[in-house]
Each structure stands twice: as C-alpha cells, then as structure tokens.
C-alpha cells in the first residue's frame, strides 16, 4: 500500500510539472508570437543589400518607425537585437483629452523651434532683434529668454507649457511623454513632421495602444565618419505604438528607443533655445 501511494505521488508530481511546462511554453510562444514582439522583429531585420553600405543603412532601420529623431536632433537609437528586448504592455489611451489641449497650442499658432515657442506667424524678423537684444543683456543667452519675451508683451506658449497643461488634466505620463515626441521629433531625417502637421489642422486619432521594451544588452549601430559600426549601449528602452484609426494605422512600429534616460523632449528644447 505504502509503494503503491508512493507510485501515485510520482504519478501527480509529474503529471503537474508537464502541466506547467506546457503552460510555459505556450506563454512564450504567444509572447513571441505577438504582434508587437513581431513588430520588434522586423525593425531588428537586416536591411536589403542595396542599402547596407552608407549613407543608406541607418535611414532604412529609421524608417521603419514613427520618429526617425524625438526631438529633431537626437535620432531614435537603432537596437540591432531589440527582438530580444522584454516587452511589457500599457493600457490602451483616449486621445480626446490631449488632443484638446494640444489643438489649443497649435491653432493659428507658428512653431519656431529655434527658440522653442509657438507664436502668430510671421514674426520671424522680431524674433531676431528681441534675440540680439537679450544677449546683449543676459549673462547666459540660453537662460530666461522666455522670461524676457514675456516683458515684451508677447502672445506665445513655450515648448515646455504643453507638459505642463497635459499635467493639469490628468493625462497619464506615458502618454505625455509619447505626445511630446511625436511634436517634438522628425518623421523622417530632413526635418519633417507628418504628426505635427496633422495636430495643428485638428487632426486626431481616437486612441492609441502603446507597448513599453527594455532591454540590457543593447548592441546600437552608429554611423563613424562615412561607415558603419557596432556599439555596445547597455540597457535600452523604448515604445511600440498603433494608432487605434483605420486612417493613422501602420500597425505596431516602434515609436522611440533611447538609452538609460528618457527625457521629455519638449522640456529639454525648452530649457536650451538655440541660438
């Protein structure tokens, strides 16, 4: 009695750890077999051998995401092995809140990224004379020049107002955050923005689903001089994101991959205005 009790031990033991195996593996295989792990798939693929050698190979990986820069400078960082990255889900976003606010900014306003305000148009050349004023004055040319407008009896909103007003409506971090590239940054490396241009006519998505990745071993490929090379850049992280819209959605593409530290671009432009 005492074997035969043994033997039906065993028995359960084993049948629970194929239970759990089995549930294992079909976890993973849903993971991997996800749209937004696909998505990671086919941004890490290699590029077609006409584009390999430079300048083509790292606007071929940039153009498969949303954002080429995040902020119109620095460049979305392209992981080579960001198909092993850990991916993690966010809940879905309504657009409606946000949207409000940022049409509120943009219409029949003029972006003037130089100094990182949005203002009526054509006001280019008065601009420039408030900008020689102000260094003739200020100790520090990129400190408190908005400060100095504002003395000027200037209508304009300041890049970093936009995080601003999304805080005081209670629109989630991950969202401002992806809101504040997508008006920060460059759909393409020549300078263009799609996503701005469609927000200043009034046009919005519903919604969008987004997808946090991180991983700890990143290799980057980085362009040295007029060649290509491979970087290790440590840990990584970076969104996925599909536009809930039949006429905005691409499907899941990566929206941004930066390094340790995301800042939020609209903010970083605020506090250093080029001059």
Not at 5 to 30: D, P, Q, R, T, Y
């Amino acid at each position: 009695a005492h074997q035969e009790s043994e033997k039906k031990n065993s028995f359960f033991l084993v049948a629970c750890s194929l239970i759990v195996v089995v549930i294992a593996a079909f976890i993973v295989l849903g993971i991997e077999s996800s749209p937004q792990s696909k998505a990671l798939q086919s941004f890490s693929e290699n590029v077609d051998e006409s584009q390999i050698k430079y300048p083509h190979r790292l606007s071929a990986y940039l153009s498969r995401c949303w954002l080429a820069t995040i902020d119109g400078e620095q460049e979305t960082k392209v992981v080579l092995n960001a198909d092993k990255a850990h991916l993690e889900t966010v809940p879905s976003f309504d657009w409606s809140t946000a949207g409000a606010v940022i049409y509120n900014v943009l219409k029949d306003r003029h972006n003037y990224r130089k100094y990182a305000l949005f203002a009526a148009s054509g006001i280019e050349d008065q601009l420039q004379r408030w900008r020689l004023e102000y260094q003739e004055l200020a100790e520090n040319p990129h400190e408190h020049f908005h400060d100095f407008l504002r003395t000027k009896d200037l209508d304009f909103i300041a890049y970093g107002e936009i995080p601003k007003r999304l805080r005081k409506k209670q629109v989630s971090p991950e969202l401002i955050q992806v809101v504040s590239w997508l008006l920060a940054g460059t759909h393409d490396r020549k300078g263009n923005n799609i996503y701005y241009d469609k927000f200043a006519k009034g046009q919005f998505p519903s919604g969008i689903e987004l997808a946090k990745f991180s991983g700890e071993q990143g290799l980057q490929l980085v362009e040295r001089g007029m060649e290509y090379d491979v970087q290790d850049l440590g840990f990584y992280q970076g969104y996925l994101l599909r536009f809930s819209d039949v006429s905005w959605d691409e499907g899941w593409k990566v929206l941004s991959i930066v390094g340790q530290h995301a800042v939020n671009p609209l903010e970083r432009l605020n506090k250093r205005v080029e001059f």
